[in-house]
């Protein structure tokens, strides 16, 4: 069975950083992709960004470009959003998602549209000023 546990959440203040994990297991092969969504306080799941494990190759929205990045460590299988320059609205419940597809860019953006296969249970991320 595939799992996903994340970990990094906590409080921050805004304009700081803060790094969050996770690992993947019971994936089949190393072609897959990892993803990030997140869902702030009444409001709907947004995902975020993706990359592929095969490749590297990634996806952002408009709203996370240059502020976050990710990437990935794929011994460990463990995927990283490295997110800088927190605003009040990054306050939220932060999911590691990832789908058994093959990973390209295009692949990419339509698992972050769509939404992905399989699910972490969140990290919280709240931001203070």
């Known amino acids: 069975e595939v799992q996903l546990v994340e970990s990094g959440g906590g409080l921050v203040q805004t304009g700081g950083s803060l790094t969050l994990s996770c690992a993947a297991s019971?994936?089949?092969?190393?072609?897959?992709?990892m993803g990030w969504f997140r869902q702030a306080p009444g409001k709907e799941r947004e995902g975020l960004l993706c990359?592929?494990?095969?490749?590297?190759?990634?996806y952002y929205i408009d709203s996370v470009k240059g502020r976050f990045t990710v990437s990935t460590d794929n011994a460990k299988n463990t995927a990283y959003l490295q997110m800088n320059n927190l605003e009040l609205e990054d306050t939220a419940v932060y999911h590691c998602?990832?789908?058994?597809?093959?990973?390209?860019?295009?692949?990419?953006?339509?698992?972050?549209?769509?939404?992905?296969?399989?699910w972490g249970k969140g990290t919280l991320v709240t931001v203070s000023s």
């Open positions: 019971g994936f089949p092969s190393d072609d897959y992709v």
């Open positions: 998602a990832a789908s058994n597809v093959h990973g390209t860019n295009e692949v990419c953006r339509l698992e972050v549209t769509h939404g992905m296969d399989y």
């Open positions: 990359i592929s494990m095969r490749d590297a190759s990634t």
